[in-house]
């Protein structure tokens, strides 16, 4: 099993939907959660911190599931410029490891 | 923008031959990653350094090697480069330290092996 599993998608959603992602981890004792954006052969940039009590940035709620092992984003009122790979991070001993991204392409 | 810059963009070698990447982190760091991202794939971990010393390492062969210097700016060195080395590099600078830390990346360096 991999530590950090995505689906890799492509999810196509036409704008102004609403979509969900979920991220699922395999060490439990993971204490630090986050999403990050990647546009195209471009560099990931950080979306948001997921905490146990959520995290709501605008359009974009994080949640995070101790019990399951997993973390979710949220996107709400979907536009063109959300198109994108979502990554999800995971904070290890030492290290972030990253799940394989999942490509958003919202459509007209 | 983060503030953590790479060079060069862009690269294209061949076989066998050695490539040195360079990253500055973001002022205030301490702590520099590298990661090698293949395309559809996640950011893969290579290593990271903390105070000049290698303090971690993920699955890759021993002729990926770094350093990391007084001013927390770092090198990944590749040595008999391989077809499959062909990817994005990525250097990411955090503070290690603060509960919440978090990374930063470089825009990286695209590596053509041919």
């Known amino acids: 099993r991999k530590e950090v599993e995505q689906d890799p998608g492509p999810f196509n959603v036409p704008e102004g939907a609403t979509v969900a992602f979920n991220c699922t981890y395999s060490?439990?004792?993971?204490?630090?959660f986050f999403w990050y954006r990647q546009d195209c052969r471009k560099e990931p940039k950080l979306l948001m911190s997921?905490?146990?009590s959520g995290n709501e940035d605008g359009r974009f709620t994080a949640q995070l599931n101790r019990a399951s092992q997993y973390i979710s984003l949220l996107i709400r009122d979907s536009k063109l410029s959300d198109s994108a790979t979502y990554l999800c991070?995971?904070?290890?001993?030492?290290?972030?490891?990253f799940g394989t991204g999942t490509r958003l392409k919202v459509l007209a | 923008e983060t503030g953590v810059t790479q060079s060069p963009t862009h690269l294209i070698k061949t076989r066998g031959q050695q490539v040195t990447l360079r990253c500055s982190s973001q002022?205030?760091?301490?702590?520099v990653s590298w990661y090698q991202q293949a395309l559809g794939q996640g950011p893969q971990f290579i290593f990271q350094?903390?105070?000049?010393?290698?303090?971690g390492r993920g699955n890759f062969p021993p002729r990926f090697s770094g350093l990391q210097f007084p001013n927390y700016s770092s090198e990944l060195n590749v040595n008999a480069l391989e077809l499959d080395d062909s990817a994005l590099y990525l250097c990411?600078?955090?503070?290690?330290?603060?509960?919440?830390?978090?990374?930063?990346f470089g825009s990286g360096t695209q590596l053509s092996v041919l």
């Open positions: 002022s205030g760091h301490n702590t």
């Open positions: 991070a995971v904070l290890g001993t030492y290290k972030y490891i």
């Open positions: 990411a600078s955090s503070l290690r330290g603060r509960s919440d830390e978090k990374l930063f």
């Open positions: 060490n439990s004792a993971s204490q630090s």
């Open positions: 350094y903390y105070r000049e010393e290698e303090n």
């Open positions: 997921v905490y146990s």
